[in-house]
């Protein structure tokens, strides 16, 4: 559009010019060709209008002065030569320009905007479907196994192929993290079966008349190895619940009433080594979570402070409405302790603990945003679990 | 007393009938939904296992027939799933008690007992076993007239080798049995000697003979 004003600005000036010096030209004719006939009756200038002087000059001139536009050429008159200037006014043009000018720039401002405002408005109407798709997308989390909803007709063919092809695709992204959920879930309950054969028939085996000091032996090793990994399976069953989300119903409970029920168990069962526990529980202390997760997450807690601990060692628990903090006695652990919460890492070589116990805590402590914090100084480990905002 | 055992695996089904016809029990096994529907409907049972994982059939629709036809049977629920909404929903369908596996043989044993107690004993809330006079109601034991002071724990290990009298006991078995916490979230059997350890002497002090045995360090026998 610009280049169109602009051309027909340039096409205008041209042909004002070429009028000027129509008109410039005109004028030398006619009144050279009147003054040429009567050089008596005829003036030899007239304001404005033409200036004949005898003389000579080379070529032709022309051009503009003030308000007006001359020509200079010479004629010859009866073997003499006269310079004839005509004059015209040029202010008219001038203003004739200025105002095209005026209006095309006008024009073009004016319509400059319309195009813009009228192309923003049919844009934004017109990319509508395109804007929700993608905020449907944005906020999609396939972990939340959400259907995803989307305008497959649109009006606009282009966004309804894609919506269609996003469709699909997230169903198929789905199905496959559907099935790899199940995988792991399903491989872990067919593992229950032999592990609850072999269990089985040792204890079977316990009862046999031939058992003699050697079989029994043999046995109780198979024993053993049979109950870790069948205590492994069932965490990591419980892991990969709590990946999934499968734990999703929280009630609010009452935490002291909790631990004092763990603990209760845990330091008569550990008395007779001789361990002292200490503790201090603030009165109806409540937590919003799902209670048997919790409960699982206490229980491993309280569980390591008393397996990891020394004879006649102690262990202290203590709950308030902001902290649940366990310290006890007992020899450092090897490794990095920031480690100590990954699977399988264990402190010490111990075969009574799998190493998924405290992946279990810190999966747990995860999911409700609590925050765990370990510390081993001087002879003393101190965990503390904190509640958000409490 | 008759038990019927449905249990799809074999070797498992082998294992828990094994271990009940040692203990003098008339027990019967059946693999599938339909031999489990049949035996049901021709016999009166004490007693059912039930695993709910069955092929052809839930074994929790069992268990909803044998309740719509009023039938009396004691039913123990068998699951792999440790789901507690699938313990809720069994118990729902009218099952008197609920074990996941992997279980422990004892264990099994001592639910089955304890579910015979409360169906033909009500009234009666003491058991005798040699010298020792357990009265459940209470949660006391005395032996010759006199009490002998027991720790929750104590207790519940004595009354757990008692219902397994005579038969062995793994220490994993009763570290499991003792718990009262989150299930699979067990401590280990590492002390349970230690009780095991006060309890005799506790007996003992009493005048009771020697009667819990260990067992070539597999477990521990009560034998009366």
Redesign the interface.
Known sequence: MLAGSVFFYLVLIGHIRHMKHQQLQLKQTNFWTAYSHDTVKVPTALTGEYNIIPGEIQGDIESDSANLAYMRQTHPLNGRPYIVTTYISAKEYRHLLIKVGISEAVIFVVLLIAIVVVNRSSSRRLWTPFYSTMSAIGDYDIRQNKVLSLNASTGIEEFDRLNHTLLALIDNVNQAYRNQKQFTENAS?EL??P???I???V??L??SPG???DT??L??EI?EAN?RL??MN??L??LTKIENGQFPDATTIDLSQLVQ??IQ??K???E??GVNTTITLEPAVQITANP?LI??LV??LL?NA??HNIPNGWVMVRLTQTALTIENSGPPIEGDPSRLFDRFRKGRVDN?TTGLGLALVKQIAQLYQYDIRYTYVEGVHQLQLSFPGA | MKLLVVEDEPSLLNSITRYFRQEQFLCEGVSTYNDALQRMEDTQYDCIILDINLPGGSGLQLLKYLREDKKKDGVIILSARDSLDDKIIGLDYGADDYLTKPFHLPELSARVKALLRRKYLDGNTTLDVGILRVDLAARSVTTAGQPIPLSRIEYDLLLFLVTNKNRVVSRQAIAEHLYDGPTDQAPGPEFVYSHIKNLKKKLKEKGCPEIIQSVYGLGYKLVV
């Open positions: 309950h229950q079966t592990l609850a054969i269990r089985s028939k204890e079977l316990t009862e058992l003699n000091e029994a032996q046995l109780q024993n109950e069948s205590q069932k965490n069953l419980l029920r763990l168990f845990f008569e069962y550990y007779n080594e048997a409960e699982i229980n491993n569980r008393y397996i009574r």
